[in-house]
């Protein structure tokens, strides 16, 4: 273990929270930054193209204009269809997948802190040069720029859980771990409100600007406070740092880490079980935050203030839910109520099932607003406990291939974020209430059926792929009971399942 310098003993005297802490408020705010600029474009959407009038001559297709401020959205100048709109909300994600598996791959043999700061600092970059885009070559390269902002974002969380392995214990994974993975929700409530206030405010490029410049400020500070581990961090104090080398070990990088075995993971029954959970999650997220503001306006007929303020409601119950769930798991566990496997299949389950049925009454709700937006709240709310539920199966199956397995499950179930918001524009050609009600029902199917895949077969158990133990690096588990450091380190890895 390399020597800590001296003036980083001293630097580390100012620091009042421990540097784990930091690099979880960090991590949080990455991904707040990350979703704030992928979602702004769907409150922008809605004042970029020009309105449209259902055709659909049901007195239930299309509510009456709310009264709520100064009126709907009179849309905007571009002659987009309700199918291009779609391919362009879901272009994202093409760019989006394609770096995930090289993203985990790059933060397990190098660490996280520079294949994160880098992609988002990239994300940040095009999302500024979102406006010029539409300006010089319209929808073309519109897509052109959110593809290349899906590549540098496709490694925020493969990154983050790579870091996430290296500086948190297991006795503080659910808490800490719900805590970065929050930044989801709050950044699509930020995304959402703020989009809508600074849309009725402001020119719509202001958006852009805006979050794309946090995204700046946010890489200049994680690049100076943020390490990829405990042993690499000059001014972590030598009391946390020997704590976390106890706790975890150190993962050595580089040509140490054995080669990612393929085989073992791919062809992991849990493995698949964790895919299943992760597209279910996704197919419904993404319908929600790609295409609720477009629901909001289209069909409820809000306006852009009142489309911001509720289209971020869900996403504040869902955050809550999200980080209480995270020390529900915890407590539950600590307390052997429940074994980690089980802890992880409730979460999921209650994270599935719920939003299922209540998205599909929102859409029964007709053109009540006010039970639309509580439907749609408690909907996105239980959703919440997906984040100690299955979200946190890559950091319990594989401590060292977390990064791999979080890419392949985050990418396969971006996969769906190109196809849902195409999907959700092909069957809305009128954006009439009847059509959404069909999309809502396909959700609640998928939402289903990969839930039940994931409670019989999910597994919260270290997983044999997990070849190559923190620390010393062996598979004799009766040798590293006779070693007093290595049954400490395996002790806290077994303590997660």
């Known amino acids: 273990m390399t020597q800590q310098p001296q003036w980083g003993i001293n630097l580390s005297r100012y620091f009042i929270l421990p540097q784990r802490v ?10 707040l930054n990350a979703y704030t600029m992928r979602v702004c474009l769907s409150q922008a959407i809605t004042v970029l193209v020009v309105k449209k009038n259902s055709t659909d001559d049901d007195s239930e297709a299309i509510c009456e204009p709310d009264d709520l401020d100064e009126g709907t959205s009179t849309g905007g100048d571009y002659e987009w269809s309700e199918e291009l709109q779609g391919l362009i909300l879901s272009s994202f994600y093409i760019g989006y997948i394609v770096t995930h598996i090289p ?48 590549l540098g974002e496709g490694t925020t969380f493969p990154a983050l859980s790579v870091l996430l392995a290296a500086w948190v214990p297991a006795n503080e994974r659910g808490k800490l771990g719900a805590l970065v993975l929050g930044g989801g929700q709050v950044g699509t409530i930020m995304g959402n409100l703020l989009s809508g206030v600074f849309l009725d405010a402001y020119d719509w490029p202001f958006v852009f600007y805006f979050f794309g410049g946090l995204g700046v400020i946010w890489f200049a500070i994680f690049v100076f406070l943020c390490y990829s581990d405990p042993v690499s961090h000059p001014f972590i104090k030598p009391s946390e740092r020997e704590y976390l080398v106890k706790e975890i070990g150190t993962i050595s990088r580089n040509e140490d880490l054995p080669p990612t075995p393929w085989k073992a993971i791919l062809t992991n029954l849990p493995m698949f079980a964790l895919v299943s959970a992760q597209i279910g999650h996704d197919w419904g997220f993404y319908i929600m935050v790609t295409d609720l503001p477009k629901y909001m306006a289209d069909v409820l007929q809000f306006s852009i203030k009142a489309n911001g303020l509720y289209s971020s409601l869900p996403y504040v119950m869902m955050w809550i839910v999200s980080v209480g769930s995270g020390f529900v798991a915890d407590w539950m566990i600590r307390r052997g109520i429940m074994n980690t496997t089980n802890t992880r299949k409730v979460m999921t389950g209650l994270a599935a099932f719920g939003p299922a049925i209540f998205m599909v009454g ?3 709700a007709g053109c009540d607003r006010v039970l639309v937006v509580v439907l749609f709240t408690i909907c996105m709310g239980l959703m919440g406990a997906y984040y100690a539920g299955m979200k946190l199966s890559p950091l319990d199956m594989s401590p060292n291939y977390a990064g791999t397995l979080m890419a392949i499950t985050n990418g396969i179930g971006a996969i769906t974020g190109v196809i849902t918001p195409y999907l959700v524009g092909v069957m809305t050609p009128n954006a009439s209430l009847l059509e959404w009600r069909l999309v809502f029902w396909v959700a609640f199917g998928v939402l289903f059926v990969t839930a039940i895949v994931y409670c019989i077969w999910a597994s919260g158990e270290v997983q044999p792929f997990n070849n190559a133990p923190i620390q010393p690096r062996t598979v004799d588990f009766e040798a590293q009971e006779r070693k007093p450091e290595a049954g400490k380190a395996r002790a806290a890895l077994e303590h997660s399942s």
């Not at 930091?22 to 991904?31: S, V, W």
């Not at 519109?142 to 902002?149: D, E, N, P, Q, S």
Request: aromatic share 10%; glycine share 16%; hydrophobic share 55%.
């Open 22 to 31: 930091i690099l979880a408020i960090m991590g949080f705010l990455a991904i």
């Open 103 to 150: 993203g985990g791959l790059l933060a397990e043999k190098f660490g996280g802190k520079w294949t994160l700061g880098i992609g988002i600092l990239s994300t940040a970059v095009f999302t500024m040069l979102t406006p010029l885009a539409i300006d010089l070559g319209g929808s073309d390269w519109l897509i052109v720029t959110r593809v290349l902002m899906g």
């Open 362 to 364: 929102a859409s029964y």
